[in-house]
């Protein structure tokens, strides 16, 4: 990156990404506990839920809360299970082992920021009101506490921006994309309620994008109907219910 080429604006969006790293380092620290030797790092409550699925996972016993059991789907997050079981697989101590995942979490807030900026300034053309928003979103406490304490929210935030960023770029250029398609559908796979931006950014580009309506008709509803059924199916032959047990406990 040549810094010569730099705009004021985004000199400041680097300062503010690099200022929301030190601070979530100082988060991420003041939310662990212990002292002496030892120093416990945690996340909330749902996050650890997933962390066991993931320990289990990766110690070979598969995808349950306890090893030896019949298999439920106590979590909503498949692939940000993926995700923590991969750090499993590291010999990392069981204290430490919540660090990596908040680290992860604020590297991808961290991004977040650039993306936000990027929307901001498509609609405004302000320099001012952009790098506005940018603070505005790296101040906000609700999406912090999650993304900084292990929830799938950090990635799903980031998802849903790049995706919208890159629609507005197709539409401003008038070319089909299937970007927004495949980085949503993934989204979907870490949870499944992401089928909602899905369905928004689609129905923007069958509304908007008239000369490449059949193009998104197909790969909009073709795209996600795979997704859906695959994970409907590994549901279904693994749990042997189409939905995570969660969905039927808060609904019955």
């Given at each position: 990156?040549n810094?010569?080429s730099?705009?004021?604006?985004q000199?400041?969006?680097?300062?503010?990404?690099?200022?929301?790293?030190?601070?979530?380092?100082?988060?991420?620290?003041?939310?662990?506990y212990?002292?002496?030797?030892?120093?416990?790092?945690?996340?909330?409550?749902?996050?650890?839920?997933?962390?066991?699925?993931?320990?289990?996972?990766?110690?070979?016993?598969?995808?349950?809360?306890?090893?030896?059991?019949?298999?439920?789907?106590?979590?909503?997050?498949?692939?940000?299970?993926?995700?923590m079981?991969?750090?499993?697989?590291?010999?990392?101590?069981l204290?430490?082992m919540?660090?990596?995942?908040?680290?992860?979490?604020?590297?991808?807030?961290?991004?977040?920021?650039?993306?936000?900026?990027?929307?901001?300034?498509?609609?405004?053309?302000?320099?001012?009101?952009?790098?506005?928003?940018?603070?505005?979103?790296?101040?906000?406490?609700?999406?912090?506490?999650?993304?900084?304490?292990?929830?799938?929210?950090?990635?799903?935030?980031?998802?849903?921006?790049?995706?919208?960023?890159?629609?507005?770029?197709?539409?401003?250029?008038?070319?089909?994309?299937?970007?927004?398609?495949?980085?949503?559908?993934?989204?979907?796979l870490?949870?499944?309620?992401?089928?909602?931006?899905?369905?928004?950014?689609?129905?923007?580009?069958?509304?908007?994008?008239?000369?490449?309506?059949?193009?998104?008709?197909?790969?909009?509803?073709?795209?996600?109907?795979?997704?859906?059924?695959?994970?409907?199916?590994?549901?279904?032959?693994?749990?042997?219910?189409?939905?995570?047990?969660?969905?039927?406990?808060k609904v019955?």
């Open positions: 990156m810094l010569k730099l705009t004021r604006s000199i400041i969006l680097i300062g503010i990404a690099l200022a929301y790293l030190a601070y979530a380092a100082y988060y991420i620290a003041v939310s662990s212990g002292g002496g030797t030892e120093r416990y790092f945690i996340l909330n409550d749902d996050a650890m839920i997933s962390m066991r699925y993931a320990h289990n996972l990766a110690r070979g016993h598969g995808l349950v809360w306890n090893p030896g059991e019949a298999p439920v789907e106590g979590f909503s997050n498949p692939l940000w299970v993926l995700y079981a991969f750090w499993h697989v590291f010999p990392i101590p204290a430490k919540s660090l990596p995942i908040q680290i992860s979490g604020a590297v991808f807030l961290a991004l977040n920021l650039v993306f936000v900026y990027r929307i901001a300034r498509h609609f405004t053309g302000n320099p001012f009101v952009s790098l506005l928003a940018v603070g505005l979103t790296a101040l906000y406490e609700p999406l912090n506490n999650w993304g900084l304490l292990g929830m799938e929210v950090s990635i799903l935030v980031l998802l849903v921006n790049i995706a919208v960023w890159q629609t507005l770029k197709a539409l401003d250029s008038g070319r089909f994309t299937w970007l927004p398609y495949l980085i949503l559908v993934i989204g979907t870490v949870r499944i309620d992401m089928a909602v931006p899905y369905l928004a950014v689609w129905f923007i580009f069958l509304a908007f994008d008239k000369s490449h309506r059949r193009q998104h008709l197909m790969y909009g509803a073709g795209v996600l109907a795979l997704a859906l059924g695959m994970q409907t199916g590994l549901r279904l032959w693994y749990y042997g219910q189409p939905l995570p047990n969660t969905y039927y406990l019955s």
